[in-house]
Every structure is written in structure tokens, then in C-alpha cells.
T-cell receptor, first 112, second 116 residues
Framework: DGGITQSPKYLFRKEGQNVTLSCEQN?????MYWYRQDPGQGLRLIYY???????QKGDIAEGYSVSREKKESFPLTVTSAQKNPTAFYLC???????????FGDGTRLSIL | AQKITQTQPGMFVQEKEAVTLDCTYD???????LFWYKQPSSGEMIFLIY??????QNATEGRYSLNFQKARKSANLVISASQLGDSAMYFC?????????????FGPGTRLSVLP
């Protein structure tokens, strides 16, 4: 079945540590997105990519980095510069302009 | 910049009743799309329904329908015959090519609780 796979489901970060969240899609979608969601809140855009080897900052990119070396993959690194990383992270992809975003099941990141 | 507003932080509805969740948007782009998503407590985002700005008829998908009033820039979600499993967060999202980078804009969400 086609879809988006995020891993791990739960992740713990120590102080000063970088962690990477995985996002893989087999939908052949060009565009991919990373969102952060805090408890009881909406989605905030971190980074997005419309094609391979290109990505753009969203509204809250500070403390995060991404890469898009392959169409299928869009990993997000939460760096030590992100002082409040505890949140739910959602990855999404999209095909045509009038199509919805397809989401992964999310990764919950917590600080140890 | 485009903006999405959902004015109802929380809504209650009795099981089997219909409920309307509000969504208004602000854009100067004539071509855009509106999407509704459901997020249960487990966290996944489930796509419900889509309305394009040039669509002549209001979108419907099963128990979900979209009350699209273009002149008022509103795209309210109507859920008919509510079920206990409809209890979740509901997000309205807006897309247009006028958005830099063609990214989606999500509203703050409405938490719907269906009462038995």
C-alpha cells in the first residue's frame, strides 16, 4: 500500500543532542512537509520541499534542519539549538495542486 | 498572507445530531482549495473533504459536506448524524498558488465532542 512512514513513533533527546526523525513516502509525490504540533494546538510548518535537492524554511525553522536527497525521503534533524523540542512532529506529502496532503502517523519527541 | 480562522475552540453535539464547524479564510487569489482534516486522539491526520474555489457545487463525502460560501469566504464543515467516533480535533486548511512556495495554511482547529 502507498503511504507515508514516520519513524520512530517515540523519541527521547538528551540535552545538547541532535536527533533525526525519518519520513519516507512511496506515493511518488514531489512535495513534502514537516509540521510541529504542540498539545492542543494547530500545525506549524517547519520546512517544506517541492523537489529533490531543494527545500524552504517554514514559519518555525530555527533549530531544525532537513535534507532532500531522494524524492522518497525527507528527514528532519532537531538540533541542540532547538531549546524546546518536546512536541508531536508530522510529516506530509502532496501530489497535484488540488490534492490533499497525506500525513504520516507522527513522531512524539520528548526531552530526557 | 493567507489566513485561516476557526472561531470555535470546542463544540459539543448530541449523538445522531448534525453539527457545523466554522472556517473562514482570507485571500486575494481567485484560485485556491480548501481542505478539512480530522485528528483523533491517536494523532494521525485524516483527510475528509476538499472544495476548489471554482467548483460549482458544494463538496460532499458521505456524512461530510462543505457549506462553501465564496463571497463570504467561508467553508464550513457539516457532519450529519454524528457518531461517538467523530469526537476529535478538526482542522480547516487552505492552499493557493499565491502562498509562497505553495504551502498549506492550517487553522487552529476545533475540538468536537459527541455526547451519547
Amino acid at each position: 500500500d502507498g503511504g507515508i512512514t514516520q519513524s520512530p513513533k517515540y523519541l527521547f533527546r538528551k540535552e545538547g543532542q541532535n536527533v533525526t526523525l525519518s519520513c519516507e513516502q512511496n506515493l511518488n509525490h514531489d512535495a513534502m512537509y514537516w509540521y510541529r504540533q504542540d498539545p492542543g494546538q494547530g500545525l506549524r510548518l517547519i520546512y517544506y520541499s517541492q523537489i529533490v535537492n531543494d527545500f524552504q524554511k517554514g514559519d518555525i525553522a530555527e533549530g531544525y534542519s532537513v535534507s532532500r536527497e531522494k524524492k522518497e525521503s525527507f528527514p528532519l534533524t532537531v538540533t541542540s539549538a532547538q531549546k524546546n523540542p518536546t512536541a508531536f512532529y508530522l510529516c506530509a506529502s502532496r501530489g497535484q495542486s488540488n490534492q490533499p496532503q497525506h500525513f504520516g502517523d507522527g513522531t512524539r519527541l520528548s526531552i530526557l | 498572507a493567507q489566513k485561516i480562522t476557526q472561531t470555535q475552540p470546542g463544540m459539543f453535539v448530541q449523538e445522531k445530531e448534525a453539527v457545523t464547524l466554522d472556517c473562514t479564510y482570507d485571500t486575494s487569489d481567485p484560485s485556491y482549495g480548501l481542505f478539512w482534516y480530522k485528528q483523533p486522539s491517536s494523532g494521525e491526520m485524516i483527510f475528509l473533504i476538499y472544495q476548489g474555489s471554482y467548483d460549482q457545487q458544494n463538496a460532499t463525502e458521505g456524512r461530510y459536506s462543505l457549506n462553501f460560501q465564496k463571497a463570504r469566504k467561508s467553508a464550513n464543515l457539516v457532519i450529519s448524524a454524528s457518531q461517538l467516533g467523530d469526537s476529535a480535533m478538526y482542522f480547516c486548511a487552505f492552499y493557493s498558488r499565491d502562498n509562497y512556495g505553495q504551502n498549506f495554511v492550517f487553522g487552529p482547529g476545533t475540538r468536537l465532542s459527541v455526547l451519547p
